[in-house]
């Protein structure tokens, strides 16, 4: 009766990843609720389920998708199925979920599909478009999605149902009230790893951040506090940071090694180290129990607690690799982004993680409609001070207004972004130097350069100071398997597991 769907994996044509496979970590959870719940279901991993299988994208020459081919998706949708579910968390995702739901429509057009996820509950005015989908689940899936398969199996109208959106015969679009945040997160049950093809994720490494060896994620929080204007995470979570007590985090660790035989974990969450007194109560219970396994925040996280005894409690506990986001060097940027960070407490933080034997990053992001060539010659300086002082890895990203965003409703308001959300179809501009620049200042061309320029000054710097930490790199990748930087996962992506993608059955 109900089924559950996880879309294809997106990687370029000289096989970088734009979406690296990920177990759905959404979906788990959705699964393994409905289990609690006394409900079965069907999962189509299109992504684990094929990790070997990649083809040339009909919509562009410079994408292929890894994973089912629709056909083969189609054929593993069971005849009774009622209901479909699906989730979309980044934008340029969203064709290949749509592309599958039309397939099942087609197969069976009386079923009710729902969508969830950060795309779809920013934008549902753009999953009903073309008249797929039925339902929209906003934010929090698992109390929604199963009072919506309730209401199914018992011919009863869901219309009603809180924290959902439809659309009526009229094309009129409804918004029901609006469902509470679920308070108690340890009262959830373990995401239903089993469903979802774990173990080929953990045996090819798709997991996401750098790979320290067998990896699975595992949630520790949602939501975010702050409020970005280029973020589109409160449309999922509203602005309410909730955490998970740091005794049934552990226990799923320890729940999960023991499990699936892994000794890594990479956290999921959008900035998990918020509360200082909870964290370093995670990570007495980390310590205590001895688990002596690994883990790393690929997602980043706010700078504004960290001092020495958090760092070491971090450290001690088995945190390897994580990431500050600072976004610019320019204070106009910043405050233009809202992004509430002092510089001062940011160096605090950073000289505290290098006390350590942690490897720290910094997100930066250029192009943003405010950006000129001044503001961007400040990041470049800020640049070269984090390379200086001893961070690790910096990850250089061109601004891309996700929608529920402020920056996205201000730019479609504009006409700055089509009414028909063609850019969102558009996947490669979000990552070549032809794609589109929100700044005024700045061409596309400009702002790759720019891009570049920023890596190059980077690494360069952090060699010519500390040529040993790459030299250090490099040994462990090579003697241990383990990556201990994102420079070095980008040096295994592109020189090393491009080879392996090139000998999987490719499909012309």
């Known amino acids: 009766m109900i089924t559950l769907i996880n879309h294809q994996g997106l990687k370029?044509?000289?096989?970088?990843?734009?979406?690296s496979p990920a177990p759905p970590m959404g979906l788990a959870y959705i699964g393994g609720y409905l289990k609690k719940n006394g409900y079965d279901y069907t999962a189509i991993d299109a992504c684990g389920e094929a990790l070997d299988q990649i083809y040339n994208y009909e919509r562009s020459e410079h994408i292929k998708i890894q994973g089912?081919?629709?056909?083969?998706?189609?054929?593993?949708?069971?005849?009774?199925?009622k209901i479909v579910g699906f989730t979309c968390s980044f934008s340029h995702c969203w064709?290949?979920?749509?592309?599958?739901?039309?397939?099942?429509?087609?197969?069976?057009?009386?079923?009710?599909?729902?969508?969830?996820?950060?795309?779809?509950?920013?934008m549902p005015e753009h999953v009903f478009r073309k008249g797929i989908f039925d339902v929209v689940i906003v934010g929090e899936g698992e109390e929604t999605f199963l009072e919506l398969v309730k209401k199914i199996g018992n011919n009863q109208s869901w219309h009603e149902i809180e924290g959902i959106t439809y659309k009526t015969g009229h094309n009129k679009l409804v918004f029901t009230q609006v469902r509470q945040r679920i308070k108690d997160l340890n009262s959830l049950p373990y995401p239903d790893w089993d469903n979802w093809c774990i173990n080929k994720y953990i045996e090819y490494e798709q997991v996401s951040g750098i790979n320290l060896g067998k990896s699975m994620p595992i949630l520790g929080s949602r939501g975010c506090p702050y409020a970005c204007t280029f973020c589109s995470n409160e449309h999922m979570w509203t602005r309410r940071y909730i955490m998970r007590d740091g005794k049934a985090i552990v226990d799923e660790m320890e729940h999960m090694k023991k499990k699936y035989n892994v000794s890594?974990?990479?956290?999921?969450?959008?900035?998990?180290?918020?509360?200082?007194?909870?964290?370093?109560?995670?990570?007495?219970?980390?310590?205590?129990?001895?688990?002596?396994?690994?883990?790393q925040l690929p997602a980043g996280t706010r700078?504004?607690?960290?001092d020495d005894e958090l760092a070491f409690k971090l450290e001690k506990s088995g945190l390897k690799n994580f990431s500050f986001a600072p976004e610019s060097g320019s204070d106009i940027i910043r405050k233009a982004v809202n992004k509430q960070i002092k510089l001062d407490t940011f160096f605090k933080a950073v000289r505290?993680?290098?006390?350590?034997?942690?490897?720290?990053g910094c997100f930066i992001v250029i192009g943003f409609p405010e950006d000129t060539e001044d503001t961007i010659k400040q990041t470049l300086s800020f640049v070269r001070k984090l390379a200086l002082i001893g961070v690790d890895d910096i990850t250089v990203s061109k601004f891309t207004p996700y929608p529920g965003s402020v920056y996205f409703k201000t730019l479609y308001e504009k006409g700055v972004i089509s009414r028909q959300l063609d850019e969102l179809q558009n996947i490669i501009s979000f990552f070549n130097k032809n794609g589109i620049s929100y700044s005024d200042s700045l061409s596309p061309l400009q702002t790759y350069r720019w891009m570049n320029w920023l890596y190059v000054n980077f690494y360069l710097i952090g060699f010519i100071v500390r040529p040993w930490k790459v030299v250090v790199n490099f040994w462990n990748y090579y003697s241990k398997g383990v990556e201990t930087t994102r420079y070095m996962r980008f040096f295994s992506e592109f020189f090393v597991k491009r080879k392996k993608w090139k000998k999987t059955k490719f499909q012309e």
Do not use: W
């Not at 370029?12 to 979406?19: R, S, T």
């Not at 089912?68 to 054929?75: D, K, W």
């Open 303 to 306: 700078c504004e607690v960290f």
């Open 95 to 122: 064709p290949l979920v749509e592309e599958i739901a039309a397939m099942v429509r087609k197969k069976l057009p009386g079923v009710v599909i729902a969508a969830g996820g950060e795309h779809p509950s920013a």
């Open 12 to 19: 370029l044509v000289d096989g970088i990843q734009i979406q």
């Open 264 to 295: 890594s974990f990479s956290f999921f969450d959008s900035t998990f180290i918020i509360n200082y007194r909870k964290m370093l109560e995670f990570c007495e219970h980390l310590i205590l129990r001895n688990l002596n396994i690994t883990y």
């Open 352 to 360: 505290a993680v290098k006390k350590t034997k942690m490897t720290v």
């Open 68 to 81: 089912l081919t629709l056909p083969q998706i189609v054929e593993r949708l069971p005849e009774n199925t």
